[in-house]
């Protein structure tokens, strides 16, 4: 489990490190241009060093894209073409580095031109690598005549008017599931792209059925625990607000999961029509209470409006995940891999810096102490908290009941008791506490 853990981490640093190839090389293109002119020729020296550090930063990211390709679902074909072209960008950064040496040049008679001609098809290739690669990641199409040839559906002018598969449901998996689902990267083979794509569906059956909320994959994987596993969508994108949730399950359940029909043509609409309402940016009034973001950036404005993002950096420097839910308040959603080795004291200065920006905090599986967790007490603004498979006690009970804002606790696999609940029901804001694993038998 601990090699598994590594070797996925250590695939999600090839999107950093391929920048650094790319720089690299870019900077030895435009040193070897300007090198032309006489007035820039004392830079050329420089060539070696800057295609040096391309060359190495490139085979490291080879390295992590190979352990990155092991844990995900791509397509093999583009998968295959940019791996093989940035083994063989790697390779040319490495030759070109070792023909461009003084000592080499004194030997091997090379022409300028020859070598500037060999350094601009790199550049040409490197491009092509990277265009494979973000084909791997947003799907072929995602650079293409259709993106710009694409016709945009108009906005409706009116809750009645807007078509409630084509202006809305559509326009939800587009925005939070498309990304996985779509194109040539279609994860467990399923594909948002239209509603008969979705009763298709993947690997695990069909993911709209009409009417049948139970047996609509779509909707079991997007209200599962965030904790869980199967949890939709996955790798720490934005999950759906609870409107878009309640859209999506009055739609199939309800509307029969239909398309082509207006809100209009509906029957008893009466309930939902208000969450479509905000969600198409009617009903300015109750926007801020239908969807998520604005919810809790209504009703909390003790979240900080900026942050240092000097201590972010150095809370992924130190290895931990970092996402931004909000930027206005700046709203954090901080995960420390599961047994990364760090202790508390690598990054608890930080973390207690920015405790008023975290919202969703996930220390699991990393042996921390119940004296480890007692900054919790700390992160006024903290909504959501994953503490399990930590060898923490009924202590830690006493650090949450303060917290006013706090909703869901994870508690799985620990060592508390029925007395941690009995302490935790003092705090009113929690409304799930998960105890599987636990002494506790059952939840009252």
């Not at 259709?146 to 559906?153: C, F, G, P, T, W």
């Not at 220390?363 to 399990?388: G, P, Q, V």
Request: aromatic share 6%.
């Amino acid at each position: 489990m601990i090699v598994g853990d590594i070797t996925t981490f250590a695939g999600h640093l090839h999107p950093l490190i391929v920048h650094l190839p790319i720089g690299f090389i870019l900077l030895a293109g435009i040193i070897n241009t300007l090198s032309y002119f006489d007035r820039y020729a004392n830079l050329r020296p420089a060539l070696p060093v800057i295609l040096f550090v391309g060359f190495i930063s490139a085979v490291l990211a080879c390295i992590f894209g190979y352990l990155l390709s092991l844990s995900g679902s791509y397509n093999q074909s583009t998968l295959s073409h940019h791996r093989f072209s940035g083994i063989m960008l790697a390779a040319i950064a490495g030759l070109l580095c070792f023909i461009s040496l003084e000592r080499v040049k004194r030997e091997i008679l090379i022409p300028k031109k020859l070598f500037s001609v060999s350094l601009l098809a790199l550049i040409v290739l490197m491009s092509y690598s990277g265009h494979q690669g973000a084909s791997l990641t947003h799907g072929s199409d995602y650079l293409t005549m259709n993106i710009l040839l694409k016709e945009v559906r108009k906005k409706p002018t009116s809750i009645q008017s807007a078509m409630i598969y084509e202006d809305v449901v559509a326009s939800i998996l587009a925005n939070k599931c498309a990304q996985c689902h779509q194109g040539s990267k279609q994860k467990g083979d399923l594909s948002v792209e239209s509603l008969q794509t979705l009763h298709k569906g993947g690997k695990t059956g069909a993911a709209v059925v009409a009417g049948q909320l139970q047996r609509s994959e779509l909707y079991k994987r997007i209200t599962l625990d965030p904790a869980h596993r199967d949890f939709m969508p996955a790798d720490g994108k934005p999950p759906l607000s609870s409107t878009e949730v309640a859209i999506i399950k009055w739609w199939i359940e309800q509307a029969g999961a239909v398309e082509g029909k207006t809100i209009a043509q509906l029957k008893n609409t009466t309930v939902i029509q208000p969450k479509i309402g905000a969600y198409l940016g009617f009903n300015k009034d109750n926007e801020s209470k239908d969807t998520d973001t604005h919810f809790i950036q209504a009703v909390n404005p003790d979240i900080p409006l900026t942050v240092d993002s000097g201590l972010i950096g150095k809370l992924r420097a130190s290895g931990l995940m970092v996402r931004m839910m909000l930027k206005r308040p700046v709203m954090l959603d901080i995960t420390l891999p599961a047994r990364s080795g760090l202790k508390m004291a690598d990054f608890k200065r930080e973390l207690l810096a920015l405790s008023k920006n975290i919202i969703w905090l996930n220390l699991s599986a990393n042996n921390f102490s119940d004296a480890d967790l007692a900054i919790l007490k700390s992160f006024s603004n903290l909504e959501k908290l994953r503490i399990d498979k930590n060898p923490v006690t009924d202590r830690i009970s006493n650090d949450l009941i303060t917290l006013k804002h706090l909703e869901a606790v994870n508690l799985n696999q620990t060592q508390i008791t029925g007395d941690a609940l009995t302490t935790l029901k003092k705090n009113p804001a929690i409304k799930r506490v998960y105890t599987w694993g636990t002494a506790v038998k059952q939840v009252e």
